[in-house]
């Protein structure tokens, strides 16, 4: 293995990482927001 591919290799598993973190934290402030909601309802409605 060239060093050339093995440095591609890791900035592809890089860049799959940093995806992975960007869906990862979109995804718990959605549903954070949602959390809240569905605990001020029960809140409310006790």
């Known amino acids: ?3 050339s591919s ?3 290799g890791l900035a592809e598993y890089a ?3 940093a995806l ?3 869906l990862a934290i ?3 402030l959605f549903l ?3 959390i809240d909601t569905i605990l001020s309802s ?3 409605s006790l």
């Open 1 to 3: 293995m060239h060093l």
């Open 6 to 8: 093995r440095g591609q």
């Open 15 to 17: 860049l799959i990482l």
């Open 20 to 22: 992975i973190a960007i």
């Open 26 to 28: 979109t995804s718990l």
């Open 32 to 34: 954070s927001g949602q």
């Open 42 to 44: 029960i809140g409310n």
